[in-house]
């Protein structure tokens, strides 16, 4: 052989050798497109998503302050009751095109999106690409992240960030080079702040399990560790309080942080979005496990309970089980716990035979093990308000979860092996209990699940152990896949309380009076609803719908559902206002709460507030503040409740409605074609 031969020989080799397939990235792209139609199905169907957070999308899109606080109203009175990054990309959808219920939804979308996509990338560094193909198709197909994704909760972004952390974290976990471990981690760790900016101390409760999982799982020396974690919490306080000290130190005139009790961004984070939530009481403005609303919400004696209890039902440790919540997320749970638990066995093995194990491996277990058990445990156990839709957050941690114990299993070679029968026996057992539960609702399904775990079992026993693993995933995924594929072929007005499946899974409510159920004619909160379901989602107009032999309101309380149009009356008091307003900087104020405001704010362009934040006992605007605009030629018109029933101001913070019963006179309905649901006020200096 030449010496030209000999070097052209390698090149030749290296031309030859095989490329990496591609069908993993087609396979993600698949994964990812099926997200993207599941979340952004017929969102343009006249929908907003929670329309308390729609009306504050468009009021900050009008103005800077707005924008930077969160304002709920064009004023720039009153804050929504959470940090306002979550509304930030609505806001600027708005800015940019208009406001249409698909510019705030779509941000949700994009966000949706990148979640799978991002997880994705996270556990394929963990594990391996087919796991973290596995663990994507689960996160697009969980029904409650489908729900959630079609709304414009808050939730959607933060486990967008909340998975970004995670990627963070297990780039800085596998990197030998000590500066690029410690720049990912606080990586990690401004994304969890930027989860807080979002919603606030929901983001971290995952905290202690990336601490844990990174002391656990970093080659790193021990010192470097802590001095790591201790810097990354420097981050995370500093990408956290940002946003708190600006509202603080603001020099000009700022909106009241809605849900605090003194105007400021600290009170709600250790009260009403804090602590509350966790151990309920006063502080969390009622909730708790009584399931009754604040009084001052609600007519008087008039109790709402959701299913089972206060919205999410009773805490508990099968609260995530439970007929409220457990069709939103549990599907995969059991499965998960048996996944943990084996790797925990595993692991314990392992160290006693002195076998040297994976750090980062074993970081990844931790962080994502971490992640779900203490967010289902403070979830499960939450004395406060707590909602189905929150378990939305535990989605990522079950998809990690279940992908990669399923992978496991089925490569195991001893008696492991077995262990993925088993998962998929449980699996679908739970699935038929679940779609057992209301038949009504695609119930073919559970003998479907039944059917294709048993071929997946007996495929998997005679050794058919690719078919079996295909059919396995299939027998899994399927009850899921149906949920999240008929919630998404539903536009849903219930965009205050987004759930997949049945509407009384995550979404309904029912109103008793001393255990009964109320008598026609008796008003819900914001007014009155027809029989039957009001044609915009929202309570309205007339009498409790009816279901069966119970009352029950869909889409929220005071009109804070999914739809933005104004009732007849309502556009023509506000007509009256505008035309007889003397020019009046606002046009209507309305006593009762923000989500009373929000169809005025979405359907025109007047500035209308919404007295007493989200529910109605904000001290914004005070007595002061009122006297002024109205000395002062600001405010004219009031729309009170009144004797007629409808908002009536909540606990009336700083006494707003004496000031309104001493200030303001009724104006004849017939001087604006009024009916009786609302009453219009002209206040007087």
């Not at 970093?218 to 981050?235: E, F, I, M, N, Q």
Request: with cysteine; charged share 15%.
């Amino acid at each position: 052989m030449t010496a030209t031969a000999e070097v052209a020989a390698p090149v030749d080799e290296q031309i030859e050798a095989p490329r990496p397939a591609r069908w993993p990235a087609w396979a993600l792209a698949a994964i990812c497109v099926l997200a993207g139609a599941l979340y952004v199905w017929a969102i343009g169907a006249g929908q907003v998503g929670n329309s308390y957070y729609a009306a504050a999308a468009k009021s900050m899109s009008t103005s800077f302050t707005n924008f930077l606080f969160g304002s709920f109203d064009p004023a720039g009175v009153v804050t929504v009751d959470k940090p306002p990054m979550s509304l930030w990309p609505q806001a600027i959808a708005v800015w940019i095109f208009g406001f249409h219920g698909w510019a705030v939804l779509l941000p949700q979308v994009i966000e949706g999106v990148a979640a799978v996509f991002l997880l994705h990338r996270a556990v394929r560094l963990w594990a391996d690409e087919k796991v973290a193909l596995l663990a994507a198709l689960i996160l697009a197909l969980t029904p409650i992240t489908v729900a959630i994704n079609r709304d414009n909760n808050p939730d959607t972004l933060l486990v967008l960030l909340l998975i970004a952390a995670a990627y963070a974290f297990t780039r800085s976990v596998r990197s030998s080079d000590g500066r690029t471990r410690t720049k990912w981690l606080l990586w990690c760790a401004f994304f969890i702040g930027c989860g807080f900016l979002t919603k606030m101390l929901q983001a971290w409760i995952v905290v202690p399990a990336f601490g844990l999982a990174y002391l656990v799982g970093t080659s790193a020396p021990v010192k470097r560790r802590v001095l790591d974690l201790l810097g990354a919490g420097a981050v995370l306080v500093a990408s956290s309080f940002w946003w708190v000290a600006l509202h603080s130190l603001w020099p000009g005139s700022k909106p009241y942080i809605g849900g605090s009790t003194n105007g400021g961004a600290w009170d709600l984070i250790i009260g009403y979005n804090g602590l509350g939530r966790v151990f309920g009481g006063d502080g969390n403005r009622g909730g708790g496990p009584s399931g009754r609303m604040p009084s001052g919400q609600l007519p008087e004696g008039l109790e709402m309970r959701g299913p089972g209890g206060m919205f999410g039902g009773q805490p508990g440790i099968t609260r995530m089980f439970e007929s409220s919540v457990g069709g939103q997320i549990s599907w995969l749970l059991p499965l998960c716990l048996l996944v943990l638990a084996a790797v925990a066995v595993a692991g314990v093995l392992r160290r006693r035979r002195g076998v040297p194990g994976n750090p980062a491996e074993r970081a990844g277990w931790f962080m994502w093990g971490g992640w779900l058990l203490v967010t289902g445990v403070v979830f499960s156990f939450a004395q406060g308000i707590w909602h189905p839709y929150y378990t939305t957050m535990l989605a990522p941690a079950v998809a990690a979860i279940s992908a990669a114990g399923l992978v496991m299993f089925w490569r195991a070679r001893s008696f492991v092996r077995f262990l993925l029968p088993v998962g998929i026996a449980i699996t679908a057992a739970w699935a038929f209990v679940l779609a057992s539960r209301d038949t009504a609702f695609h119930g073919w399904t559970r003998w479907a699940v039944l059917g294709v775990a048993a071929v997946a079992i007996v495929v998997l026993l005679v050794g058919l152990r690719r078919v079996g693993l295909v059919a396995g995933v299939v027998a899994v995924l399927l009850v899921p896949a149906v949920w999240s594929t008929a919630t998404a072929a539903t536009p849903s007005y219930n965009g205050s309380m987004p759930a997949a499946g049945p509407a009384e899974r995550g979404g309904g409510f029912e109103f008793f009076r001393n255990g009964q159920q109320p008598p026609n004619g008796m008003q819900p909160p914001g007014g009155q609803a027809p029989n039957g379901q009001a044609p915009n989602g929202q309570a309205r107009g007339g009498q409790f719908p009816q279901r069966g032999d119970r009352g029950e309101m869909q889409g929220g309380l005071g009109g804070f559902g999914g739809r933005a149009e104004l009732t007849d009356e309502q556009k023509r008091i506000l007509a009256y206002a505008k035309e007889h307003g003397n020019g009046a900087e606002i046009t209507l104020a309305i006593a009762g709460s923000a989500p009373a405001a929000a169809p005025y704010i979405m359907s025109t362009d007047e500035v209308v507030i919404g007295m007493g934040g989200f529910s109605g006992s904000d001290n914004a605007p005070s007595v002061d503040q009122l006297q002024t605009w109205v000395s002062e030629g600001k405010l004219k018109f009031v729309l009170s409740g009144g004797e007629r029933g409808g908002p009536r101001g909540g606990r009336d913070a700083g006494g707003r409605e004496e000031w309104i019963k001493q200030h303001c006179s009724v104006v004849d309905p017939s001087a604006y074609g009024g009916g009786s649901t609302e009453t219009l006020m002209e206040c007087h200096a």
